[in-house]
């Protein structure tokens, strides 16, 4: 099934949840152990009065068995009584935490497998500093105050495991060896085996299959034995861009056999920070004013960056202010749910989308803050984006270490065609609400560029072609989320209302832009 804290939203509510509960707990301990206590005594009062006899035989003719009997009950029933009434005032309490699992979601061994997961990929992808996780525990700190929570020598080890179950074998031999370093005596042996196997394992797949492959990881050298013994050098894979990645699009073994591989390792370079352009492409990109040739921008135009030329891709700034972001993180939260795409295959797309986000559909006509922002896109970009010609907004809130792998957002022929009157995904508009502060980027492995993503900013990029066909080069992936949170709002600009006013070519290879590019 799929996990129940996938977004920090939820997160956040299973804080807040937590906390109340375990206040109510402090409450009942003391109640709870007097009233054990006094009963654990009280039968043994009464056991040392019957004094293994039974029924017919208890001493109901002995004086003393008599005047005992009369004391214990006299004497005892009113301690336990006590303590009864005194349970008894906390029962609503008992009865709260009872029937909690009725009320909230609470995380299953799903979460934690899915959370140990996504600290594997985080570790992979931003390269995790070993010294900190071995002496502190610390996955990841915060710049501005130091605050770090670190992790127990259990926690390691099941991360570690998950690690090396995933594949992921230099990041399991890290954390594994991480735990051994803050564990108990009692408990080294048990992971002196674990590492010792972990090691071998990654050596030895190292050894066979090289450092890298779709379905595993491994250190650039062996961990175990003498680490001159294999000085294999690491040529760094040649980055492949633009055309040259769309001319090898006719070759179906290289899409089949090697594409997955180059994306994937693009798209964590990008996560990092790295550009994969040459000086040459990026000196081009300008920063400008723009009001796409609207009167009413003409006093206020919007701040517009490109990121890219070829495929278009723009930063638009200060599209959505604070308070409208806010108002819209409001209206999502109790609507979250597992993605699901309307009229497409719903499978395919909770797999695409992972454990790792929540997201839910959002009408303009329901929140004046869409409004807004559609009457704001409408004008700079001269399109119609309204309810009625083209998909909802969609509000997706990531979970810890949430990301979305490389996609293409139009459906193409392989997915459920669109609904008609809204048409192909012409051109998608993401704009960031929330902006973690470290992680999260969005990045586009065959252009070569990500953005960090700055709150209250949309990035815009064009999908199809004057063919119709979609662009290859705008699949984008949406890196792990390190520190922090990121909550995005989409909308998707349906081609049918638009393709009447929009310049037409003869170039089927034209990119379909709007009037103002
Ligand atoms: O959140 C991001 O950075 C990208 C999201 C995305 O690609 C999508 O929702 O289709
Ligand atoms: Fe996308």
């Known amino acids: 099934g799929h996990a129940q804290h996938a977004s920090w939203t939820q997160l956040e509510e299973l804080w807040h949840a937590e906390y109340k509960a375990v206040e109510r707990i402090k409450t009942v301990i003391q109640p709870v152990a007097e009233l054990g206590d006094v009963l654990k005594t009280y039968v043994e009062s009464w056991e040392a ?126 954390f594994l060896r991480a735990a051994k370093s803050r564990a108990s005596v009692v408990q080294q042996p048990r992971l002196d085996n674990m590492l010792a196997a972990a090691v071998k394992v990654h050596d030895h797949v190292l050894e066979v299959n090289g450092p890298r492959s779709l379905a595993h990881v491994t250190a650039t050298t062996p961990y175990g034995g003498p680490k001159e013994a294999s000085p ?8 492949v861009l633009g055309v040259e990645y769309l001319s090898r699009h006719a070759n179906a073994t290289w899409m089949l056999e090697r594409r997955p591989l180059v994306e994937q390792v693009q798209v ?32 206020a135009p919007f701040k517009v960056e490109q990121v890219s030329l070829d495929p278009y891709i723009t930063v638009v700034y200060e599209v959505v202010s604070r308070g409208e972001a806010g108002q819209l ?42 409004m807004g922002v559609g009457r704001r896109m409408r004008h700079l970009l001269g399109v119609t984006l309204d309810d009625a010609a083209s998909e909802p907004y969609m509000v997706a809130d990531y979970g810890l270490g949430g ?19 809204v048409g192909e995904r012409l051109a998608t508009v993401l704009i960031y609400l929330q902006t973690p502060t470290q992680g999260g980027r969005t990045v586009f492995p065959w252009v070569g560029a990500g953005v960090g993503g700055t709150a209250g900013a949309a990035m815009v990029w064009w999908n199809l ?19 922090g949170r990121k909550t995005v709002l989409t909308k ?19 990119k379909v832009m709007l009037p103002w590019h």
């Open 268 to 299: 964590e370079r990008l996560c990092r920070g790295e550009d994969l352009r040459p000086p040459r492409v990026t000196s081009r990109l300008k920063c400008r004013y723009a009001n796409g040739g609207s009167p009413w921008l003409a006093l």
């Open 49 to 174: 009065l019957v004094d293994g006899l039974e029924p017919p035989d208890w001493g109901s003719e002995d004086p003393a068995a008599g005047f005992s009997l009369l004391r214990h009950v006299a004497e005892g029933w009113t301690r336990v009584d006590d303590a009864l009434q005194k349970t008894r005032s906390i029962l609503h309490i008992i009865e709260y935490l009872a029937s909690r699992p009725d009320r909230e979601p609470l995380p299953n061994t799903d979460d934690v497998a899915a959370a140990s997961e996504a600290v594997t990929r985080l570790a992979h992808v931003y390269r995790l500093n070993t010294t900190a996780l071995v002496e502190g525990g610390r996955l990841v700190l915060d710049p501005v105050t130091g605050y770090h929570h670190p992790l127990s020598a259990n926690e390691l080890t099941s991360v570690g495991l998950v690690a090396v179950k995933k594949g992921f074998l230099d990041v399991g031999v890290q």
């Open 492 to 510: 998707w600009v349906g081609y049918v209302p638009q393709w009447r006013t929009m310049s037409c070519s003869a170039d089927p290879s034209r």
């Open 465 to 483: 072609l004057s063919s119709h066909e979609h662009d290859f080069l705008t699949r984008h992936a949406a890196c792990p989320v390190m520190r």
């Open 232 to 239: 294999s050098r690491v040529v760094k894979a040649p980055v």
């Open 403 to 421: 990301e979305y792998s490389a996609h293409r957002d139009t459906h193409g022929p392989t997915r459920a065609p669109p609904t008609p009157h």
């Open 329 to 370: 993180k409001k209206k999502m939260k109790s609507r979250l749910h597992t993605p699901y795409f309307p009229g497409s295959d719903s499978l395919t797309a909770a797999v695409e989308g992972g454990w790792s986000l929540k997201h839910t559909w959002l009408q303009e006509a329901e929140a004046a803050v869409l």
